[in-house]
């Protein structure tokens, strides 16, 4: 790690803490932000589900990520459908090779809550759009509820659990009862570089969608 990243990463976190301080629960922002002050660079699988408020599971997949501040990650959809989902900071491909169809847009507000955005943005921007609360740790377990500050938020809550200082669950709760759960499995906080990873090449004769960004109401 370079001296210049270094000073980079502890003034990003200085600047994120104090953001966090200002707006909501100190101690719980400086605790995650200490977490996440470590994960540049994240890779594992993962299985997810959306279940609906009465606890029934609506649908399952399960695949394997790839995430890097800022802002870069490679989210691979294994089954039951094949899916790949690629952002460089930028610009969002998602491909879907049974249709053989590329959505292509740029980043924006709807990004916020998924996944793969939450684990490669920056720190200071993920404190600066949420409040944080913590709740008591026990064995190794640390867990984390955050609220967005937007009034216009496509989602409740979002709950991040860490065990032994590593993400291992995601929870996005919606506002009609419904939650996205993610349970990330064999978690590595490094992986070998390689320029492709972030990157989408758009098959020959696919269909390409492309859609303009949306952002919130208080730009």
Known sequence: MTLKRILFGGLALALAISVAAANGNASAAERLAEHMADLEQLTAGF???????????????RGRLWAERPDRFRWEV???FAELLIGDGETLWLWDPDLEQVTVR???????????????GAVEDLLEAFDV???????????????????DALFERLEFIFE???PSHLVIHDGLGQR?????????TQFDAD??????????GADVLYEEAEHSGDD
């Open 47 to 61: 299985d997810q589900r959306l279940v609906d408020g009465r606890g029934i599971e609506l649908r399952r997949t």
């Open 78 to 80: 294994e089954a039951p």
């Open 164 to 166: 032994d200082g590593r």
């Open 106 to 120: 740029p980043y924006d507000d709807r990004l916020q809550a998924t996944p793969a955005r939450l684990l490669s």
């Open 180 to 188: 996205t759960e993610v349970q990330l499995l064999d978690v590595q």
């Open 133 to 151: 609360d913590h709740l008591a740790a026990d064995a190794g377990r640390d867990r984390f509820t955050l609220w967005p500050r937007a009034g």
């Open 195 to 204: 320029a492709d990873r972030f990157r989408f090449e758009i098959p020959e």
